[in-house]
C-alpha cells in the first residue's frame, strides 16, 4: 500500500507520537566517561583542545568521580599520564604508578562506580609509542610481556575492567592468561579490537602526552578503509578471550559497528574519541552549529549502528542533559 493510503508523516505530527515511536533511546547507562590522571594533588588543568576536559589529580579525580556516579553514569575510564617516562614504560605497572593509586583512591571513595582502565604502554614511554621499540620498530611479543603485567597490576589495584588499546597482535591472550594466573579471572577484557590509525585522536595526544616521538602508529593500528580486517580483529580478539569488542573512533566507522553488529553476539562499545568531540564543541563555540544537539545526535547514530556502550568525553554533559 501506497500514497496516498501511506502517509508517514501522520506518525510525525506530534512529540508524544514521536517519543513512543522512537527506535533508539540513549541512557546514561550507556555511557563511559574518559578521564586523565596527573601526579601532583590539587590539579585540574583544562585540555585546549577538549574544551570541558581537565586532566585531574588523584585527589581532583575523586571529586571528579563522585559527580560522574550522582550523574547516574555508571563507569568511567582512566587514562595515566606520569611525570616519568622511559624506554620499557616502567611507569604502566607500578604498583605506586599514578593510574594505580588513582584506581585504589575512586574504588574506596566510589565503590559503585565501574572502573575501566586503559592498558597500553605510551603514555609511559618516553619515545611514545603503543609498545618496546626493538631495531627501530615496535616488537610485538616482548611487548605482550609488559602489557600482560600493566593489565595485572590494574586488577590488583582493583580495577573492574581492563581495556588494551596498544593493537598487538595476541594481547588479548596474554592478558587473559596473566589476569587469571594471577587469580584476577573475574576481570573483563574490553578489547579495543577495531582501532583504526586515526586522525581524530589528535587531542587526546595532548593530554595523554602520547604522541610518538618518531613514525606513525600505521604498523599496528589498522588501515582506516579496511572493513573486512576489522572483523577479523574482532574475531580474534573474541576468540583470545575478550568480553566486550570496541570500534575506535566510532562516527567515521558506523559501518564497521553495524556489521559487527550482525556478526557478533558479544557487547559492543564504540569509543567517541577526543577529534569527533572536539570538532563538535569547537563548532559550537563559533556558534556554527548547535553543540548539545549535535553531540546527542552523534551519540545516538552510534547507539542506532549497534553500540551497547559509548565511551565519550560528553557523558556528563549529555547525562545531566537526559530525562532520569
Ligand atoms: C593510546 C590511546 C589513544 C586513544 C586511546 N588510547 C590514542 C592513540 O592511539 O594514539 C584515543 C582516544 C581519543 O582520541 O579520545 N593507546
Ligand atoms: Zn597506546
Avoid at 522512537?22 to 590539587?42: A, H, W
Avoid at 577495531?194 to 587531542?203: E, I, N
Wanted: charged letters at 25%; a negative charge.
Amino acid at each position: 500500500m501506497s500514497f496516498p493510503i501511506t502517509r508517514l508523516r501522520r506518525l510525525r505530527r506530534s512529540e508524544a507520537l514521536r517519543r513512543m515511536l522512537r527506535e533508539t533511546r540513549l541512557s546514561r547507562d550507556d555511557l563511559v566517561y574518559p578521564l586523565f590522571v596527573v601526579e601532583g594533588s590539587g590539579v585540574r588543568a583544562p585540555v585546549t583542545s577538549m574544551p570541558g576536559v581537565f586532566r585531574l589529580s588523584v585527589d581532583a579525580l575523586v571529586i571528579e568521580c563522585k559527580e560522574v556516579h550522582d550523574l547516574g553514569i555508571p563507569a568511567v575510564l582512566l587514562f595515566g599520564v606520569p611525570d616519568e617516562k622511559d624506554a620499557r614504560g616502567s611507569g604502566a605497572d607500578a604498583a605506586d604508578g599514578v593510574v594505580q593509586r588513582a584506581v585504589e583512591a575512586v574504588k574506596s571513595a566510589v565503590p559503585g562506580l565501574c572502573v575501566v582502565t586503559d592498558v597500553c604502554l605510551c603514555e609511559y614511554t618516553d619515545h611514545g609509542h603503543c609498545g618496546l621499540i626493538e631495531d627501530g620498530d615496535v616488537a610485538n611479543d616482548p611487548s605482550l610481556v609488559r602489557l600482560a603485567e600493566t593489565a595485572v597490576s590494574h586488577a590488583r589495584a582493583g580495577a573492574d575492567v581492563v581495556a588494551p588499546s596498544d593493537m598487538m597482535d595476541g594481547r588479548v591472550a596474554a592478558i587473559r592468561a596473566a589476569l587469571d594466573g594471577g587469580g584476577f579471572d573475574a576481570v573483563p577484557i574490553l578489547s579495543y579490537a577495531a582501532k583504526f590509525a586515526s586522525a581524530y585522536y589528535g587531542p587526546f595526544r595532548d593530554a595523554a602526552e602520547s604522541t610518538p616521538q618518531f613514525g606513525d602508529r600505521r604498523s599496528y593500528q589498522m588501515d582506516p578503509p579496511n572493513a573486512r580486517e576489522a572483523l577479523r580483529e574482532m574475531r580474534l580478539d573474541l576468540e583470545e578471550g575478550a568480553d566486550i569488542l570496541m570500534v575506535k573512533p566510532a562516527l567515521p566507522y558506523l559501518d564497521v559497528l553495524a556489521r559487527a553488529r550482525a556478526e557478533f553476539d558479544v557487547p559492543l562499545a564504540a569509543y567517541h574519541v577526543s577529534g569527533e568531540y572536539a570538532m563538535v564543541r569547537a563548532a559550537a563555540e563559533r556558534g556554527w552549529i548547535d553543540g548539545d544537539r549535535a553531540m546527542h545526535e552523534a551519540l545516538i547514530a552510534i547507539k542506532r549502528a549497534g553500540a551497547d556502550l559509548i565511551l565519550t568525553y560528553a557523558a556528563k554533559d549529555v547525562a545531566a542533559q537526559l530525562v532520569p
